[in-house]
């Protein structure tokens, strides 16, 4: 994981360039390079810089260094010097590529690292080479010969990215939004499972992802054995790291699961091998008692990260920086895991493995219950999924790089998407039934078994997993949203410290003065106030999704699953 940064000039000539606050002349690099310092967490092993001024273009690379510690510096160029790469995040079929290319040339191809693939698949297939890699990436290519450029992000939005465009009419790209903070009067998220070709002056986008099930009800019965087949392969070729790693242990179904399959797969290879686990909550929190007992049961050396309300409340200027962002669900959710990335680092990792998009595909959020029927529920599940660039995926990359720790998140595998998103609503939701599901799933060697509470959400991911992967109290444990699992103090304090900071009258007010996602609640207005402190154009408004439940379904508006009526306390 990495941030990546550049400019194009549309005159394909000299950039114009600000002087610094101080009205001290800079040079294009020293411009670049400080401006791009500003998502520097993203990559602290080493930054990279590479002009070509005839062209007005400069390309910069921040980076963490996971795979390729010695030869994976970047920006890339091609043996030739006329392709330039700077790329975020990891091809996970990289050694397949690298072998292809090497039977395709003739040669004995060996890459740099896993980003390298993408120049050698440029060179073979051009823009063409966005549907030969899987992984979680977003990437910058230039091409000195053609002077054309080209921009990806992969299909789910994993990895995050800006497009932004200055008074002169310059392409600026940066993985974080406050690199274009004072440069751009117009900036947008980069739509996931797009490219972006051409030259500066004209420049096509085109959505090179678009599954069946976007625009289709599904029709195929579950098959158990193959999602726990499908989710057993995004995890080992996730697995691929030249660093230590670990995994985050909420005690809830999907980081579980996640963490029992590593560690199965991990154990081929050395049968001594315990991995690294970590929780965090606010003292005698929910989530402690499931993630002890989830470590027990797959012998893993576990931390337990507490933290205060105080700490978490100091953070949240700091989180809304980071996270670019100003929706309530994502910073409640986001401050304990911006503790505990922070504690993880001081350990030494640089990757962690997560449960991250579950919930959007299996309707694991307890306001699913609510669906009225399975065609509104699964175009729901599609909305989220589609989404998760503004929520989960945000919340979760950026809150882990706010350390330069790199996070993982198997289930976003696209063959495991595109599989279980292809199983039929009737399935995938809370009040799927053994009858509603195909009898040989039930099948574990050649024994029929039935499964506890068939109407609990994401019911076939845990059906799937119910032999010898977690305890039956976590497998079958009702949905705990995390920001409640860390305590349920956190959000009823959060929620009361945010409401001390806004008067009456400015809620009064709101719509005047954000007139885009007007904030309705004292909460919601004093996480924009904060936000608009760093982010003060209103084009940056316009990047931020509201994440609120679906209260037409007759759901709280409240995000928090404790809000929900189906909840069911742990304290």
């Known amino acids: 994981m990495c941030g990546i940064f550049a400019v194009f000039s549309r005159s394909s000539g000299a950039l114009t360039v600000a002087r610094s606050a101080s009205g001290r002349k800079e040079s294009l690099r020293e411009f670049v390079y400080r401006q791009s310092g500003c998502q520097r967490h993203r990559g602290p092993d080493h930054t990279g810089v590479v002009l070509v001024p005839e062209h007005g273009v400069a390309i910069v690379q921040e980076r963490l260094a996971l795979l390729g510690i010695r030869t994976g510096a970047q920006p890339m160029q091609s043996a030739s010097g006329e392709v330039i790469l700077a790329a975020n995040g990891e091809i996970y079929n990289y050694l397949e590529i690298a072998a292809d290319i090497s039977q395709r040339r003739g040669i004995n191809y060996t890459p740099r690292s896993d980003s390298d693939v993408i120049i050698g698949l440029y060179e073979e297939?051009?823009?063409?080479?966005?549907?030969?890699?899987?992984?979680?990436?977003?990437?910058?290519?230039?091409?000195?010969?053609?002077?054309?450029?080209?921009?990806?992000?992969?299909?789910?939005?994993?990895?995050?990215?800006?497009?932004?465009?200055?008074?002169?009419?310059?392409?600026?790209?940066?993985?974080?939004?406050?690199?274009?903070?004072?440069?751009?009067?117009?900036?947008?998220?980069f739509p996931p499972g797009t490219l972006c070709w051409g030259t500066p002056d004209h420049l096509t986008f085109e959505q090179f992802y678009n599954p069946k099930w976007i625009s289709t009800i599904p029709t195929h019965q579950s098959n158990l054995m193959l999602l726990r087949k499908k989710l057993e392969n995004a995890v080992r070729s996730h697995l691929q790291c030249d660093v230590p790693f670990g995994a985050l242990l909420s005690g809830g179904v999907d980081s579980s699961l996640i963490a029992s399959i590593a560690t199965k797969i991990m154990r081929e290879r050395d049968p001594n091998f315990r991995l690294k686990t970590y929780s965090v909550g606010l003292r005698g929190a929910p989530d402690f008692k499931y993630s002890r007992m989830v470590a027990d049961y797959i012998g893993s050396d576990h931390t337990e990260v507490y933290f205060t309300i105080e700490e978490g409340l100091d953070c949240i200027p700091d989180i809304i920086r980071h996270l670019e962002s100003y929706d309530v669900t994502t910073i409640r959710a986001s401050i304990p895991m911006y503790l505990l990335s922070r504690f993880i680092k001081s350990e030494g990792l640089k990757m962690v493995l997560s449960g991250e998009g579950a919930d959007e595909i299996f309707g694991g959020y307890l306001y699913f219950h609510c669906a009225p029927n399975p065609r509104d529920f699964h175009e729901e599940t599609v909305t989220r999924v589609r989404c998760l660039h503004l929520a989960d995926c945000l919340r979760a990359n950026k809150s882990t790089m706010a350390w330069g720790l790199e996070l993982r998140v198997p289930f976003l595998d696209t063959e495991f998407v595109n599989y279980a998103m292809n199983i039929r609503p009737e399935d995938r939701m809370p009040a799927a039934t053994d009858q509603a599901i195909s009898p040989e799933i039930l099948e574990s060697e050649g024994t029929a078994k039935r499964v506890e509470n068939p109407k609990i959400e994401k019911y076939i991911l845990r059906a799937a997993f119910r032999d010898n992967y977690l305890p039956p109290e976590v497998l079958w444990r009702q949905k705990e949203q995390f920001s409640d699992g860390v305590g349920y103090q956190w959000i009823d304090t959060i929620k009361s410290f945010a409401a001390a900071h806004v008067d009456e009258e400015d809620l009064q007010h709101a719509q005047e003065a954000f007139p885009i996602n007007t904030p309705t609640t004292k909460e919601a207005l004093y996480y924009r106030q904060v936000f608009k402190e760093f982010f003060p154009a209103e084009t940056f408004d316009t990047t931020v999704m509201k994440w609120v439940p679906r209260t037409d379904w007759g759901c709280s508006a409240d995000p928090s699953g404790r809000a929900q009526a189906v909840h069911v306390a742990h304290a």
């Open 125 to 189: 297939f051009g823009r063409d080479l966005v549907h030969q890699i899987t992984g979680m990436f977003t990437f910058v290519l230039y091409d000195r010969t053609k002077k054309t450029l080209l921009i990806a992000r992969d299909p789910i939005g994993i990895i995050p990215l800006y497009i932004g465009e200055d008074n002169d009419g310059n392409i600026w790209i940066s993985s974080e939004m406050k690199c274009l903070v004072g440069v751009c009067c117009d900036v947008k998220a």
